[in-house]
């Protein structure tokens, strides 16, 4: 037999709704990483031209490598006088993360298979960030696509700017312009910092990276840092270890049968008296 409870709709048997983001507010924090992040594409072409590459060249990088953080590897690999397939090789290495990106995103956007070899060049580091930080399929589809596509056009646009005008604009570290990009994106990252296990592996590996940059070859403090996760979650393994331990304890000192440390006990005796 059914009862009716008051107030009960027939929307209580559906599940929570995913909360609505308006496109319009997408698309304003899309623009707004890709201009921001775009701007430093004039780092990149002063360093560039620097380093002894060719504007052609340099334009070349960032129309067909597109991911920052490789491009200005392979540039400041060069300008210390390295080989230049260490160089790539290192850049190569750098890059490969885009990839883990890609299978993340290929199950968030479930983009037509004719979209997806384009949509690969755009799988950075800002473009997954902006995607992963919306609440459904179709906000992260226009997020993504928003700042691939602004991020693509200003960022080769201030690359060829940055790449003709390097006397004009002189050292890009007096600009900050290469700071720009890390900024963002640590900006993006510091709201999913939720629970206080990934604060904890962000400010160890924030130490580590900060600590050894000085004593350790360029590159490897990064790498160090990334043992961050591991240590944290080894801890938090050993405390969940801890606390099972203990609760199995407690319940095997409590034996079938032992009614001592019952607090129902004292009620039975007390109705058994009045029984008398």
């Given amino acids: 037999m059914e009862h009716d409870v008051p107030g009960a709709t027939e929307h209580d048997d559906q599940a929570p709704r995913t909360p609505q983001k308006p496109d319009s507010a997408v698309v304003r924090d899309a623009l707004g990483v890709g201009i921001a992040v775009g701007l430093s594409g004039f780092a990149f072409g002063v360093t560039s031209a620097g380093s002894g590459l060719t504007v052609l060249q340099t334009c070349a990088l960032s129309l067909l490598v597109f991911t920052g953080a490789s491009q200005f590897a392979l540039v400041g ?32 956007l479930a983009l037509p298979r004719a979209v997806r070899p384009f949509a690969a060049h755009w799988v950075i580091d800002e473009t997954t960030a902006v995607s992963l930080a919306q609440p459904t399929r179709r906000a992260a589809r226009i997020g993504f696509t928003v700042t691939g596509l602004s991020l693509y056009v200003l960022w080769n646009l201030t690359t060829l700017l940055g790449a003709l005008g390097a006397e004009a604009i002189g050292d890009t570290d007096a600009w900050g312009l290469d700071a720009a990009g890390p900024a963002v994106f640590l900006a993006l990252l510091a709201p999913m910092l939720r629970t206080t296990t990934e604060r904890a592996v962000a400010a160890i ?66 109705t058994q008296r009045e029984d008398r």
């Fill in 77 to 108: 690999a060069l300008a210390g006088g390295g080989n230049p397939f260490t160089a790539a090789a290192g850049a190569f290495f750098l890059g490969v993360r885009n990839a883990f990106y890609g299978l993340r995103l290929s199950q968030l």
């Fill in 205 to 270: 590996a924030v130490v580590l990276g900060l600590g050894l940059l000085p004593v350790l070859p360029a590159g490897v403090p990064v790498l160090v840092a990334a043992l961050a996760a591991p240590a944290v979650l080894y801890v938090e393994g050993r405390k969940g270890d801890a606390k099972a331990a203990a609760k199995g304890d407690a319940t095997e000192d409590v034996r079938p049968g032992d009614t001592r440390n019952d607090p129902r006990s004292d009620i039975q005796h007390d």
